[in-house]
C-alpha cells in the first residue's frame, strides 16, 4: 500500500471504557473479520485477558476503509492501559499519527485517559476526541464533551459520539480517521528502519516481532539486523495481521506488519529496537530504546520443594514471552529453594503468579513485594542495591534512598480530604491540586512506591466508593528514615518475615507478625519466644507456651497398633515441618502469615 494511504493509530483510554468493544466494532463495519468469526474482544488473545478484560500485550491490526472511492488501510495498533506497562503503551504510540481518546460519556476523564493523553501528545499524535456508551441511559455527553473539549482544546461539537455497543457513529469515527490523521511520511529510497512496538512467543511460529516500517523496505528471505545488539537473522516471513496474518511480498514506508525469524526468545528482537537489513544497515537507530526497568520484587517458592524444577522451567519458559520478567535463584530458611523475581509492578506480579499457576499448575508461595532499596554503607561507602530485605547491610547503614513516585488521582472533590488522609498515611507530599470540572479533582503526589505496593489502590477505592483513579510514573529515589525489622523465634531470624519500613510503622509490623505467628505456630516441649526486632533492640515480644505431656501419653498403657498409627502420623506431618533453630513449624503457619488477612 502506497503511504498516502494509509493511516496508523491506537485508541488510548482508561480501563473499561470500551476500548476493546469498540475494536470489535471497527472489526466488523471494516469487514475485517467475517459475521462467522467475529466474537467479543477479539484481540484480547491471552485467556487472562478475557476473563480479567483487560489487555496485557498490545496487537496490530489491518482494517481497509473506503472513502471518495478509493481504498485506504488502517492500522489499529492496541496498547495496554495499565501503568505497569506504560514502556509498552509509549512504543505503540510511537509507532502511530494519531490516536482515539475515547471517554467513558458516563464517567468521564480518568487518571489513565490524562496520562495516555499526555504521552500522546509527547508523540505528536493528531487527537480525535470520542466519547463511548452514548447508549447508556446515564451517559452525560454534553458535560462530557465540554470537559474533553476544554481538555484539548477545540469545540464540544467536534467530540464525537459513539456507542462501541451498538455501533451508532463508529463509521463516521472510522471516516474522521482517514480524513482527519496525517498519511505516514519516510524515505523509501534510505536504508531500511523499522521500530519494534512488540515482540510476543507464540508456540508453533516462534517469536512473532511487530513492526512500523518508518524508512525503506524489507522483504521476505532478506537477511535482518537488530540495531541495538547487531543480532541477524533471516527472514522467514514477513506480513500483516487483518487481523489472521497474512504473509506478504514485503512491508514499505508507513506500514504495520509482523516479522517471524524462527528466533525462539523474545529478548532477541527488544520492544522499542530499530530493526535493519544486513546488506545495507542504517546508520542510526530509532529514538527511544531503553530496557523496561523492573519496579517491585517478590520471592516465589513452590509449596512442594520438589516442584523447584518445574518452577525453574516455567520461568524460563515465560521469560520467552515476556522480556520484562527477571528471577533467580534464591533460598530462605523459612521456605527453602525458590526464586527472587522482578516485575513491572504489581499488576504485572499478579499476572505472572497466577499463569505459574494456571499454565503450569504449581502451588505457589509470593513472599511479600519489596521496591528497590539503595543503602550507602557507612563504611565502605559504596551503594548496595537491596530487593530483598534479608540482603540488607546491617550494621553498615549509612543512609537509605527509596524508588518515589509521582501519582496523579483523579477524584470527586467531596473525597477530597479522605484520600489527602490517605496520602499522608502513606508519607505522600503533596505536588499540586487541580480542577478538571466543578466536580471533578485531580490531586498529584509525590509519594514513596513501597507504601502504594501493598493495598494503596484498594483503599483508594474503598475510600471514594470506587470513584478515584490512579496513575504513577517513577519519580527517582529519595532518602528516608528506614529500618530493617527483623522477626526472631527463639532466637533465630526467620528471614522470609524481615521487612523494610519506615522507622514509625516498625512497631506496629512486628507487633502485628508476632501475634500472627503466636496464634500460627503449634505449642512445642519448650517455651519459644518470638521477637521483632531493629539490629539487637526487640521492639516486640509474643511467647508461645510450652505443651507438658508427649503425645503418645494420651494412649499410655493402651493399644500398640494404635501408637504406632500416631508415630507414622507424626513422622508424615514433620516431612512438611521447617526447622528453624529448634522449634519446628509447620509450612502452612509460615504461608498463612505471609498471606496475612
Ligand atoms: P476496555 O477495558 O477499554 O477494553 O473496555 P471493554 O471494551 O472491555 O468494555 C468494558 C465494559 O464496558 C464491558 O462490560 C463492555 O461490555 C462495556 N461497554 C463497552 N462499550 C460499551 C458501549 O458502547 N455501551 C455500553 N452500554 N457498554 C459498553
Ligand atoms: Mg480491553
Redesign the pocket.
Known amino acids: 500500500t502506497p503511504s498516502a494511504q494509509i493511516r496508523n493509530f491506537c485508541?488510548i483510554?482508561?480501563?473499561?471504557?470500551?476500548?476493546?468493544?469498540?475494536?470489535?466494532r471497527m472489526l466488523q463495519i471494516t469487514g475485517a473479520v467475517s459475521e462467522r468469526d467475529m466474537r467479543?474482544?477479539y484481540l484480547?488473545r491471552m485467556d487472562i485477558e478475557r476473563e480479567r478484560?483487560?489487555?496485557i500485550k498490545s496487537q496490530a491490526v489491518r482494517m481497509p476503509w473506503e472513502l471518495g472511492g478509493e481504498t485506504f488501510a488502517l492500522n489499529m495498533i492496541d496498547t495496554p492501559?495499565h501503568v505497569d506497562f506504560t514502556y509498552e503503551v509509549s512504543r505503540s504510540l510511537a509507532a502511530c499519527e494519531g490516536a482515539i481518546l475515547?471517554v467513558?460519556a458516563a464517567q468521564g476523564i480518568e487518571a489513565q485517559t490524562l496520562a495516555n493523553l499526555y504521552l500522546a501528545l509527547e508523540n505528536d499524535l493528531h487527537i480525535i476526541p470520542v466519547l463511548?456508551?452514548?447508549?447508556?441511559p446515564a451517559a452525560d455527553p454534553e458535560k462530557y464533551a465540554k470537559e474533553l473539549a476544554s481538555l484539548i482544546g477545540g469545540k464540544p461539537e467536534d467530540v464525537l459520539r459513539?456507542?462501541?455497543?451498538?455501533g451508532v457513529g463508529v463509521q463516521e469515527l472510522l471516516d474522521r480517521l482517514v480524513q482527519e490523521i496525517p498519511a505516514p511520511r519516510g524515505d523509501s529510497d534510505a536504508p531500511a528502519r523499522a521500530m519494534i512496538f512488540d515482540s510476543v512467543y507464540d508456540a508453533y511460529r516462534g517469536v512473532v516481532t511487530y513492526v512500523r516500517m518508518i524508512d525503506g523496505s524489507l522483504s521476505p528471505r532478506e537477511r535482518i539486523q537488530m540495531m541495538s545488539t547487531g543480532a541477524n537473522h533471516e527472514l522467514l516471513e514477513i506480513g500483516v495481521s487483518s487481523p489472521e496474518p497474512i504473509p506478504s511480498k514485503g512491508l514499505g514506508v508507513g506500514e504495520v506488519g509482523y516479522l517471524i525469524t524462527g528466533v525462539k526468545d523474545v529478548r532477541l528482537s527488544k520492544v522499542g529496537d530499530t530493526v535493519t537489513t544486513a546488506r545495507k544497515p542504517a546508520t542510526d537507530a530509532l529514538p527511544g530504546y531503553t530496557d523496561p526497568k523492573p519496579m517491585v520484587f517478590s520471592g516465589l517458592y513452590p509449596i512442594d520443594g520438589s516442584d523447584y524444577a518445574e518452577l525453574r522451567e516455567a520461568l524460563d519458559k515465560l521469560k520467552l514471552s515476556d522480556a520484562s520478567l527477571v528471577y533467580e535463584p534464591e533460598t530462605s530458611v523459612a521456605l527453602g529453594f525458590g526464586f527472587r523475581c522482578g516485575f513491572l509492578g504489581l499488576l504485572h506480579l499478579e499476572i505472572i503468579t497466577e499463569r505459574l499457576a494456571r499454565e503450569f499448575d504449581l502451588d505457589l508461595i509470593t513472599t511479600a513485594p519489596s521496591v528497590i532499596y539503595e543503602v550507602l554503607t557507612s563504611d565502605t561507602g559504596e551503594t548496595v542495591t537491596v530487593t530483598n530485605p534479608s540482603e540488607y547491610p546491617d550494621g553498615r547503614i549509612g543512609s537509605v534512598s527509596e524508588p518515589m513516585v509521582k501519582a496523579a488521582i483523579l477524584l470527586p472533590k467531596d473525597y477530597v480530604g479522605t484520600v489527602m488522609e490517605l496520602c499522608q498515611s502513606r508519607r505522600g507530599t503533596l505536588l499540586g491540586m487541580e480542577y478538571f470540572s466543578e466536580e471533578r479533582v485531580e490531586l498529584r503526589y509525590n509519594i514513596p512506591l513501597g507504601e502504594i505496593v501493598f493495598d494503596f489502590f484498594d483503599q483508594l477505592k474503598s475510600k471514594t466508593q470506587g470513584y478515584a483513579s490512579l496513575d504513577y510514573e517513577p519519580s527517582g529515589q529519595q532518602e528516608a528514615d528506614l529500618v530493617k525489622v527483623d522477626i526472631l523465634l527463639q532466637g533465630e531470624k526467620v528471614d522470609a518475615f524481615s521487612s523494610i519500613v519506615h522507622r514509625d510503622k516498625a512497631y506496629s509490623y512486628g507487633t502485628m507478625m508476632a501475634e500472627r505467628l503466636r496464634k500460627l505456630i503449634p505449642r512445642q516441649q519448650f517455651e519459644v519466644p518470638i521477637q521483632a526486632a531493629i539490629g539487637a533492640r526487640i521492639i516486640a515480644r509474643e511467647t508461645i507456651r510450652a505443651i507438658r505431656k508427649d503425645v503418645l501419653a494420651k494412649c499410655y498403657g493402651g493399644d500398640i497398633t494404635r501408637k504406632r498409627k500416631l508415630l507414622e502420623k507424626q513422622k508424615e506431618g514433620k516431612k512438611r515441618m521447617k526447622m528453624v533453630g529448634r522449634v519446628e513449624v509447620p509450612q502452612e503457619a509460615f504461608i498463612a502469615a505471609l498471606s496475612g488477612d
Request: without cysteine; aromatic residues 0%.
Open positions: 485508541i483510554a482508561h480501563i473499561d471504557h470500551g476500548k476493546s468493544t469498540l475494536a470489535d467479543a474482544q484480547d478484560g483487560i489487555t492501559g475515547l467513558d463511548n456508551k452514548i447508549d447508556l459513539v456507542s462501541g455497543k451498538t
